[in-house]
Structure formats: structure tokens, C-alpha cells
């Protein structure tokens, strides 16, 4: 016999035909809600069910109403406590929950306080990294003001140095020149006071030779006009012949005309002998000069010649340590670090022709009597006495 199934008032419980209750299929394969038992619908299938109140025991009997009514209540409070429980843990939960979630709000209004700071500190930072900027760029721009400033004054301390130079050159020329104009005015003013002097002791002795002539014609005079007048013979009549050293007056003579000829020579040929005594001395110091720079000419000439032999025996030891592989100078030339400031060195190296250029015109002329040659180095100093 074949048992039908019979619901229980649509409450997901089935009756069999022998009349036992059991849940049914399809609200035990239905899913339950959260927080809902098997339990409630039984008990609200037994309360809505129109069957009286009766249950099955354990062994499969059938119970009554007020033992179903016990276990009712009995699964009611046991259901109840477990839901206080749970509703007790939630609440323990829930409060843990807004606990943390108070610590998270003051943790979340602290980070944000530190954060407004951090905002606040980045925008400080950023306006001194602007500050420190501009301050950096004016210094900057100052700086290159002050490079160019101390370019130009390098300039014109070279330009200075060159004039000083040449000036010096110009007044050390003029002063020898000056000086020896005045050493040869000296020697002259001596030569004339010495030739003045000589005049005036050859004047004085010819003037007391003349007094000796004069008193010895006068004694010769007396002593003929004494004879006269003891030997009165108009037949020998006596001539005055004055006497006069045959040698004084010649010089005599020659003194007075060198002398009205150096009075009477025109201040053009003055000038002349001046300018001519001037130049024989100039030409002196020149000579010395010349011999000097010959002197200075043959010691650069043997340092040419060592330094040609260094270069020499560089270029032979360079070609040979190409040739056998120990250099190379297209990688050393490579692996040259490139110039920070090029630049600066262009202008560096325009500044050290200059400088070259204005050192050759300047070795290029004569150095003036007064004027020291130009200093050498020591290293070129002590290979020339090594040559020597």
C-alpha cells in the first residue's frame, strides 16, 4: 500500500497514512533565513496546525498534549536563552565595535590634525624652496655680474699693466737720455771750469811774467839812461826794444782766440756738440745693451736646442710605445672626462693668447740701458747652466 502524503496545513510538515508527522521534503531543502531554526516552523506548525497538540517521543510513540506542551515550552526557552545569549554576545560585539570604531575616530581626527600639519609644514617648505630659489637665482645672476665684472677688470689690468709698462719703458728711455744730457753737461761745466781755471793761472803767470818783463825793461831802461848820461854820444843813439818771450805769446794769442771763438760760435752748433756728445753716449749704453741681450739670445738658443732634443726623444718614445701597443691615444683621449665650464675655458685660453701675444710684443723690442730683462724660470735657468 502506497503512503500519501498529507500536509499539514501548508506548514512544511507531512502526515503519512499510518498518521505520523514528518517535515517535509520541500521545506527541508528550502533555506532558512538567517537567524531562523527548524525549531520556530515546527512550533508554528504545531500552533497553526488544526490537529490537537500531539507530538512524537523518542521510541516513535505518540505523546500527548500537555507533554508536547512541555517540550514546546522547553525547546521555547532553551531557543530563547540561546537567542539572549546571542543577543548578548551581538551587544558585546556592537559595543566592541563602537569602541574601536570611537578609537578609529580619534586615531582618523588625529591623522587628519597631523596631516593638515604635514599640508601645512609641505606648503611652509615649498614657499622657503622658492624663497631659497630666487634668493639662489639672484646670487646666482650676481655672480655671473661679478665674473663678467671680474673678467672686464682682468682686462683692464693687463691693459693697465701693458701701459705701465710701455710708460715705464718710455720714462726709464727719458731718463737715461736725461741723465746723460745732465752727465754730459756736468762733464762739460768741469771741462770748461777746469779750462777756466788753467786760462786764469797761465793769465796770472803771463800777467807776472809781464810784471818781471816790465821791471827788467824798466831796470834795462834806468841802467841805459844811466849809461846815456855817462857816455853822452849823440852818434849812438839807443833804441827801446821791448822784450817779449818768445813763447809766451803764442799761447797767449791761441788762448784768447779758442776763447773769442767759443764766444762767438752760434748756440746752433752748441746744440750740436751737445746733442752729438749725447748721442756718443747713448750709443755707448746701447752697445752695452746689445751685448746683454746677445748674451741673453745665445742662452735661449741652447735652451731651444734641449728642448728640441727632450721634445725629440718624447715623440721617438711616444711613437715607440704606440707602435708596440703599451698606448693608445685615441682611448686616452676618450676616456678624458668633458670640461664642466667650456666656456670658461675658451675664455681662459683667449685670455692666455692675449697674454702670450702681448708678452711676445713686448720681448719683441729693446730693452732700455736702465731697463732689467725679463725674468726666466728656474727650471729653464737650471737646464741652460746644465747645458752650460
Known amino acids: 500500500m502506497i503512503e500519501r502524503p498529507v500536509s ?62 512541555e517540550g514546546a515550552l522547553r525547546r521555547e526557552v532553551e531557543e530563547k536563552e540561546e537567542l539572549m545569549m546571542r543577543l548578548s554576545n551581538r551587544d558585546d560585539a556592537i559595543s566592541q565595535l563602537e569602541s574601536r ?18 599640508y601645512a609644514d ?45 710708460q715705464a719703458a718710455q720714462f726709464e728711455s727719458e731718463r737715461q737720455a736725461f741723465y746723460d744730457n745732465t752727465t754730459h753737461l756736468k762733464s762739460r761745466i768741469q771741462s770748461l771750469t777746469d779750462q777756466q781755471r788753467d786760462w786764469k793761472e797761465r793769465l796770472r803767470e803771463e800777467e807776472e811774467q809781464e810784471l818781471k818783463e816790465a821791471a827788467a825793461e824798466a831796470e834795462a831802461e834806468a841802467a841805459a839812461g844811466a849809461a846815456a848820461e855817462a857816455n853822452p854820444d849823440p852818434q849812438t843813439p839807443v833804441v827801446d ?20 771763438r767759443d764766444a762767438t760760435e752760434p748756440p746752433e752748433m752748441t746744440a750740436l756738440r751737445l746733442e752729438l756728445s749725447t748721442l756718443n753716449t747713448s750709443h ?4 752695452e745693451t746689445v751685448k746683454m741681450l746677445q748674451s741673453q739670445l745665445g742662452d735661449l738658443e741652447r735652451l731651444n736646442l734641449t728642448l728640441q732634443e727632450e721634445n ?25 672626462p668633458p670640461s664642466p665650464h667650456p666656456d670658461e ?27 732689467s730683462p725679463p725674468p726666466r724660470c728656474q727650471k729653464c735657468q737650471e737646464r741652460t747652466s746644465r747645458r752650460c
Open 8 to 69: 499539514l496545513g501548508g506548514r512544511g510538515l507531512e502526515q503519512s497514512a499510518s498518521g505520523m508527522a514528518r517535515p517535509s521534503p520541500l521545506s527541508s531543502l528550502r533555506p532558512l533565513p538567517p537567524g531562523r531554526s527548524t525549531s520556530g516552523g515546527k512550533r508554528a506548525a504545531g500552533t497553526s496546525s488544526p490537529i490537537p497538540f500531539s507530538d512524537v517521543s523518542e521510541s516513535g510513540e505518540i505523546l500527548g498534549p500537555s507533554e508536547a506542551l
Open 241 to 260: 826794444s821791448p822784450v817779449v818771450p818768445p813763447r809766451r805769446r803764442p799761447f797767449h794769442h791761441r788762448l784768447r782766440s779758442s776763447i773769442d
Open 284 to 287: 755707448g749704453s746701447l752697445g
Open 312 to 336: 725629440e726623444a718624447y715623440t721617438t718614445l711616444l711613437r715607440e710605445k704606440t707602435l708596440s701597443g703599451q698606448m693608445n691615444i685615441l682611448a686616452r683621449a676618450e676616456s678624458r
Open 101 to 118: 570604531i570611537a578609537a578609529l575616530d580619534v586615531n582618523m581626527v588625529q591623522g587628519e590634525a597631523r596631516l593638515s600639519e604635514l
Open 122 to 166: 609641505q606648503e611652509r617648505w615649498e614657499a622657503e624652496r622658492a624663497a631659497l630659489e630666487k634668493e639662489i637665482a639672484k646670487k646666482t645672476t650676481v655672480i655671473d655680474k661679478l665674473r663678467i665684472q671680474l673678467r672686464e677688470l682682468e682686462k683692464e689690468n693687463r691693459e693697465c699693466s701693458r701701459r705701465l709698462t710701455e
Open 345 to 371: 675655458e675658451r675664455q681662459s685660453e683667449l685670455e692666455l693668447k692675449e697674454e702670450a701675444e702681448e708678452d711676445g710684443s713686448k720681448s719683441s723690442g729693446l730693452l732700455s740701458p736702465g731697463q
